[in-house]
């Protein structure tokens, strides 16, 4: 008799230098110890300088691939990444709304770090009207926050009242990324609004590297793990955020200009 093994997915982008985007998520789902599986939507051709071309996957492909996964696998968690626009977004809705998969982990890629369009403007409608309403969480960064809630975000308060009318839209739980575009900063502060109506900032140090490529990615996917293995919500985003920081602090020399983040990180790592 075989052992059970934890299986979850990610439905995402192939991104060629393997620091985000599926290769991440796969990594992290490894390092957090269960089965990953992948559905592509799309392959981005980029390195640590950026992102210099893309495709998207046919629709019929992306839907081919979920019904294998449906048809064989016991997924019990899974996220969304890049979704590119509104007809694949669309098609992983259909696909995904009788909920075969357990949780659902959306994070909301819009644009990477080196300013690539990884969902087009129109798409963020769809995206809040057809996902937003079957996701247990969504993790936008702080752009992405302003996009999506159309807030400012100047203060502390406005991140809340954004969290708030983020949650408005659907979501069960909302975790918002902060800021860290300004070398000064010494702390990166989340703010994560919870189901039950709790609510608390969680903070580590900002850690001065540009070897910073698959943060977003490596963060929701660890969360995605956690779940899977039955963490509450609450504890899984917060071994996420331990993890994250442990992957950017401990740099790996990889790629000349932004590189990815070091997935090989053990837990016990302070
Ligand atoms: N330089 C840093 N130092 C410490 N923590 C960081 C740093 N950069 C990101 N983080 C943390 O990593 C996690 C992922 O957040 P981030 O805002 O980078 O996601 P993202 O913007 O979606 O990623 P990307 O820009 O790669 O798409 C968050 O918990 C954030 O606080
Ligand atoms: C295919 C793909 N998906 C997502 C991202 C953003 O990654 P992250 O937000 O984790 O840096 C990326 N660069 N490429």
Same mark, same amino acid.
């Not at 640590?48 to 696998?73: A, L, R, T």
């Not at 969902?119 to 936008?140: N, R, S």
């Not at 070897?211 to 293995?229: F, R």
């Given at each position: 008799m075989l052992n059970e093994f934890t299986q979850v997915l990610t439905i995402a982008g192939s991104d060629s230098d393997g620091s985000a985007g599926a290769q991440a998520d796969l990594k992290t789902f490894m390092a957090r110890g269960v089965y990953g599986m992948s559905v592509l939507t799309a392959a981005v051709a980029g390195n640590s300088y950026g992102i210099h071309d893309s495709v998207n996957m046919p629709v019929s492909f992306i839907e081919n691939q979920i019904k294998d996964i449906k048809d064989d696998f016991k997924v019990s968690a899974f996220k969304t990444g890049m979704l590119s626009d509104s007809e694949i977004i669309h098609t992983v809705t259909e696909a995904i709304k009788d909920k075969p998969f357990g949780y659902f982990v959306l *994070?909301? +890629?819009?644009? #990477? $770090? !080196? %300013? @690539?369009? =990884? =969902?087009? #403007? &129109?798409a963020y409608q769809t995206l809040i009207d057809e996902l937003f309403p079957l996701a247990d969480l969504i993790t936008p960064n702080f752009y992405e926050a302003k996009k999506l809630s159309g =807030?400012? =975000?100047?203060n502390k308060e406005e991140i809340i009242k954004a969290a708030h009318k983020l949650r408005k839209l659907g979501p069960k739980n909302i975790m918002i990324k902060g800021e860290?575009? *300004? *070398?000064?900063?010494d702390e990166v502060e989340d703010y994560v609004l919870l189901e039950d109506g709790q609510s608390f900032w969680i903070s580590e140090p900002y850690v001065k590297t &540009? !070897?910073?490529? %698959?943060t977003g990615d490596t963060l929701s996917s660890c969360i995605v793990a956690e779940l899977a293995k039955g963490q509450s919500m609450e504890d899984a985003i917060k071994t996420a955020k331990t993890f994250t920081y442990n992957a950017i602090k401990h &740099?790996? @020399? +990889? %790629? !000349? $200009?932004?590189g990815p983040i070091n997935h090989f990180v053990k837990d016990d790592i302070q």
């Amino acid at each position: 008799m075989l052992n059970e093994f934890t299986q979850v997915l990610t439905i995402a982008g192939s991104d060629s230098d393997g620091s985000a985007g599926a290769q991440a998520d796969l990594k992290t789902f490894m390092a957090r110890g269960v089965y990953g599986m992948s559905v592509l939507t799309a392959a981005v051709a980029g390195n640590s300088y950026g992102i210099h071309d893309s495709v998207n996957m046919p629709v019929s492909f992306i839907e081919n691939q979920i019904k294998d996964i449906k048809d064989d696998f016991k997924v019990s968690a899974f996220k969304t990444g890049m979704l590119s626009d509104s007809e694949i977004i669309h098609t992983v809705t259909e696909a995904i709304k009788d909920k075969p998969f357990g949780y659902f982990v959306l *994070d909301p +890629v819009i644009i #990477t $770090k !080196h %300013g @690539a369009m =990884l =969902l087009e #403007t &129109e798409a963020y409608q769809t995206l809040i009207d057809e996902l937003f309403p079957l996701a247990d969480l969504i993790t936008p960064n702080f752009y992405e926050a302003k996009k999506l809630s159309g =807030l400012e =975000l100047e203060n502390k308060e406005e991140i809340i009242k954004a969290a708030h009318k983020l949650r408005k839209l659907g979501p069960k739980n909302i975790m918002i990324k902060g800021e860290h575009s *300004d *070398d000064s900063i010494d702390e990166v502060e989340d703010y994560v609004l919870l189901e039950d109506g709790q609510s608390f900032w969680i903070s580590e140090p900002y850690v001065k590297t &540009e !070897h910073i490529n %698959g943060t977003g990615d490596t963060l929701s996917s660890c969360i995605v793990a956690e779940l899977a293995k039955g963490q509450s919500m609450e504890d899984a985003i917060k071994t996420a955020k331990t993890f994250t920081y442990n992957a950017i602090k401990h &740099e790996i @020399a +990889v %790629g !000349h $200009k932004y590189g990815p983040i070091n997935h090989f990180v053990k837990d016990d790592i302070q």
